[in-house]
């Protein structure tokens, strides 16, 4: 799901013609906009590629799938939070977007964080030493 959305992201200015709408605005912020939305897309496409990376490979149990997968898991928390805190603005005939982008969010940190908590637990069962 971070991939698809990062992959979504780098085409998001065009499929809504942000250049239209920042004619006015110093040509530092509008650099800035682009640059953020382009730059955010490279990392979740990054971080994607990589939690598919620690779910493909054996190194599950390694402290970097545990940053990986906590970390996009923690993304992803965040995401939600910030939805339900400062909600998407749409008009309310598109109220569908808006609950879907908070059905989406949810989603992947679902996604992300019961593996992570998996990890975790597994992490500590392998750690614990069998006493006689």
Sequence with gaps: MSVAL?????????QFD??????EV??????????????????????????????????????????VVGGAASFWLANFAY??????????????????LEAFSATSFLLHGVPFGWLVAEGARLRRVPTD
């Design 83 to 100: 939805l339900m805190r400062f909600p998407f603005p749409v008009p309310a005939s598109l109220s569908a977007v808006q609950l879907g």
């Design 6 to 14: 990062a992959l979504y992201h780098f085409f998001l200015p065009l």
């Design 26 to 67: 110093p040509g530092q912020i509008r650099w800035a906009l682009f640059a953020i939305n382009f730059f955010f897309s490279v990392l979740l496409l990054v971080v994607g590629l990589c939690v598919v990376a620690t779910a493909w490979n054996s190194f599950r149990n390694e402290p970097l799938a545990l940053l």
């Design 18 to 23: 942000w250049a239209k709408f920042v004619g």
